[in-house]
């Protein structure tokens, strides 16, 4: 990965990855490890970051507040997904939401007759398989997609 330096998007889901250096890689702007074994992860060169999946790992509330202090709090829409890790529901969300982050832990409060397919999304119904494989559901409401 580290002579990858010109890297933009990095996805390695379902790997069993349980260590991932990024430290090189300072262009990211989406990392996607969900599914994995990661049990931290420090992101502090990572400042053009928009987009994290960090979902179904082993990561801990303590690692995932480690983790949300080494997120950059540069301007623009941030999300992270912390869906599914061990810390999720006792974790500090407020330290990545004061950095500008949106923190998605896979449970929106959208109502299932709120949502709507847009006819140009081809992947919506895959998506929504994969979800429902992992017990969730997909579903879009105009620009916006939502997990239930």
Not at 12 to 27: I, R
Not at 52 to 73: G, I, K, M, R, V
Not at 130 to 145: D, S
Request: glycine share 6%.
């Amino acid at each position: 990965m580290s002579n990858n330096i010109e890297l933009k998007e990095l996805y390695c889901p379902y790997n069993q990855l349980t260590s991932l250096d990024v430290s090189q890689n300072t262009k990211l702007k989406v990392l996607q490890f969900s599914d994995n074994k990661l049990t931290s992860m420090n992101l502090s060169p990572n400042i053009e970051l928009k987009k994290l999946y960090c979902d179904n790992n082993q990561l801990t509330a303590s690692a995932l507040d480690a983790l949300f202090e080494t997120l950059h709090s540069n301007q623009g829409d941030k999300s992270i997904n912390i869906s599914n890790n061990p810390g999720t529901a006792d974790c500090n969300r407020s330290i990545a939401e004061g950095k500008g982050w949106t923190v998605i832990d896979g449970v929106d409060d959208c109502d299932d007759d709120d949502w709507e397919e847009d006819e140009n999304d081809d992947d919506l119904e895959t998506f929504k398989k994969i979800c429902a494989k992992h017990g969730a559901i997909l579903g879009k409401k105009g620009e916006k997609t939502f997990i239930k």
